[in-house]
């Protein structure tokens, strides 16, 4: 069985913006019911229809999201979810087809990623990998204008959707591999959850592996404004002699400013009977190699142009984190701890939220 295809053409600019309004309706009204209608699992007609009212149901299943099935029930051939105030149309996060190439993120880290990152006045924003398009529709929030790209063109017909979903209209989505598309263009903001996992070798579009790190780290000084800033979710390893923050400062070469960065450490795994096993599994697909890593991290890497290269780690725990602060307050906190070469607030920043959040 392949993965759904959405009809995204077959409904006007004005039904989506409506039919928009209507899930977020519903989303606030009855949280649990909406989440349950849009599950995956089989629902009763009357039920939704009660909910969200018949003319969005003919719209969903115009758009190939709704499938009737027997007996008067319907079901969600994509999930639909209310995240950051947006409703947003993407594959299922336990999809029986996730082992195949295109499927588009189930909004993982998106959520989290747009929460950290800094929400200053920009001209043009960039949003590499954009998925169902979650980081560009909150670029598109401080943007003139925001490029949203991805190599999947299932992933630009769902941001295509939300786009018009959320009645926003300063994206363009745009086919390209990395930077190939996007010649001779610069960015004031730069964001990028990149498809890199914890195996050794790639399985699909989620998880390309480091060297499409190297390839971005390589092009990205050539697209970055000269005030820009970049962030990136992570995860990488670090070899004996050979961490990845200096991997990442070779692949750049020589900038003029250097960059400061900022980065973010969400977990390092460095031992234990996990690890080692991995290691040893990994040897046997990924060859001898494997054998050597020091430690596999996650995390969020925050770059920017500075006079004095500076590079700064804090450990956090993102998914213990509380909704609030809202969208910008730790990205800008992570900026002026770049700007300024000082990182005191930043670090009691983070620790008061984590205060909140154990709380
Ligand atoms: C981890 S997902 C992030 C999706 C979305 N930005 C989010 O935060 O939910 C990584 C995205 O990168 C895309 N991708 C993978 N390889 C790529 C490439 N070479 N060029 C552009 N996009 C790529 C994948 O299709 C996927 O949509």
Redesign the pocket.
């Known amino acids: 069985m392949s993965l759904p295809r959405l009809a995204s053409d077959q409904i006007s600019q004005l039904d989506c913006a409506q039919l928009g309004r209507k899930l977020k309706e519903a989303f606030l009204k009855e949280p649990t019911g909406a989440a349950g209608v849009f599950s995956g699992k089989q629902v009763r007609r009357a039920e939704v229809e009660a909910l969200i009212g018949s003319q969005s149901i003919k719209d969903l299943t115009v758009l190939g999201i709704f499938e009737t099935c027997p007996g008067d029930g319907l079901t969600s051939r994509f999930a639909v979810r209310h995240v950051l105030r947006k409703v947003l149309v993407?594959d299922h996060p336990k999809s029986r087809f996730r082992d195949e190439a295109?499927i588009?993120?189930p909004?993982?880290?998106?959520p989290a990623?747009?929460r950290m990152m800094p929400n200053r006045r920009r001209r043009l924003s960039l949003?590499?990998?954009?998925?169902?398009?979650?980081?560009?529709l909150v670029l598109a929030q401080w943007s003139d204008h925001v490029i949203a790209?991805?190599?999947?063109p299932r992933?630009l017909a769902m941001g295509d959707l939300n786009a018009r979903l959320n009645s926003v209209d300063n994206i363009s989505f745009v086919h390209?591999?990395?930077f190939?598309a996007l010649e001779g263009q610069r960015f004031d903001q730069i964001?990028?959850?990149?498809?890199v996992g914890t195996e050794f070798r790639p399985r699909h579009?989620?998880e390309?592996g480091e060297f499409?790190l190297e390839?971005f780290f390589k092009a990205m000084p050539h697209h970055l404004a000269d005030n820009g800033v970049v962030q990136l979710?992570l995860c990488f390893r670090d070899w004996p002699n050979d961490s990845f923050v200096g991997r990442m400062r070779s692949w750049m070469g020589p900038t003029k400013p250097a960059f400061g960065s900022v980065l973010l450490r969400l977990w390092k795994r460095s031992s234990g009977l996990k690890f080692l096993f991995e290691k040893a599994l990994e040897a046997i697909s990924a060859g001898p190699g494997a054998l050597s890593c020091e430690a596999v991290s996650r995390g969020i890497i925050t770059l920017m142009r500075s006079p004095v290269p500076t590079h700064t780690e804090i450990d956090v725990n993102y998914h213990q984190w509380p909704p609030q602060p809202s969208i910008g307050h730790v990205g800008e906190a992570i900026v002026a701890a770049i700007e300024t070469g000082h990182d005191h607030s930043l670090r009691n920043l983070l620790r008061s939220l984590e205060k909140t959040s154990s709380t």
């Open positions: 993407t295109l588009v993120d909004l993982w880290e998106g990623l747009a949003d590499l990998g954009t998925g169902c398009g979650i980081l560009a790209s991805d190599i999947n992933a390209s591999d990395l190939e964001v990028f959850n990149a498809p579009m989620l390309a499409i390839t979710n």
